[in-house]
């Protein structure tokens, strides 16, 4: 089956430029994450999207970054005035619900937006 | 404090060996869940297992297990009978809290690679 789609797999901007990326997750995956990875490092939470609930976007750098959904299927992630320590892979999960499913429900991830700020 | 600390950088192993890959955490909640997941040089990042906090016994899937020791804090993978297609970024993540608290922390990782 069709697994979380990202797009674009490569950006490359300027400096001062505004961004969006695109996430679509697995048909039926209510929960909605996305997480930045720098070279070399681990994942850090950004946000985090659960059906028509307020969104936890405790994970979100700077006011420059904001997400959004649209009810339970594609989310866009927008950077905006860009800087060169946002470079980084921007990688998107889906997930059920905890509440709808045993409780180890594993996020499963697209292959990220690889961001290069010049 | 680091919430998920991975000690080694990087490991070599020969192929057909086990090998273990160490994880600690650190959180104050009873109810939490752990993760490893494995991430080759494609970039995808590929669910291996799980182990919840109040699982008594550790988690088995395949050739991965999970050493699981509480009091200790420590969510060890194991992998037995290593493979040349093991070699990838391992990394370890705890999700804290009840429902509500979904995001995953994630540790630095262990880059492994398999010796033919």
């Known amino acids: 089956g069709a697994g979380v789609s990202q797009s674009p797999s490569n950006k490359v901007t300027e400096k001062g430029k505004d961004v969006e990326l695109r996430c679509d997750p697995i048909s039926g995956h209510t929960a909605l994450y996305w997480y930045r990875q720098r070279l070399g490092q681990g994942l850090e939470f950004l946000i985090y999207f659960q059906g028509n609930s307020a969104p936890d976007k405790s994970g979100l750098p700077s006011d420059r970054f904001s997400a959004e959904r649209t009810g339970e299927s594609v989310s866009t992630l927008t950077i905006q005035r860009t800087q060169q320590e946002d470079s980084a892979v921007y990688l998107c999960?889906?997930?059920?619900?905890?509440?709808?499913?045993?409780?180890?429900?594993?996020?499963?991830f697209g292959d990220g937006t690889r961001l290069s700020i010049l | 404090a680091q919430k998920i600390t991975q000690t080694q950088p990087g490991m070599f192993v020969q192929e057909k060996e086990a090998v273990t890959l160490d994880c600690t955490y650190d959180t104050s909640d009873q109810s939490y869940g752990l993760f490893w997941y494995k991430q080759p040089s494609s970039g995808e990042m590929i669910f291996l297992i799980y182990?919840?906090?109040?699982?008594?016994q550790n988690a088995t899937e395949g050739r991965y297990s999970l050493n699981f020791q509480k009091a200790r804090k420590s969510a060890n993978l194991v992998i037995s009978a290593s493979q040349l297609g093991d070699s990838a970024m391992y990394f370890c993540a705890m999700r804290e809290g009840n429902f509500g608290n979904e995001k995953l922390t994630f540790g630095t990782g262990t880059r492994l690679t398999i010796i033919p």
């Open positions: 999960a889906s997930s059920l619900p905890r509440d709808r499913g045993p409780t180890n429900q594993p996020q499963h």
């Open positions: 182990q919840g906090s109040y699982d008594e």
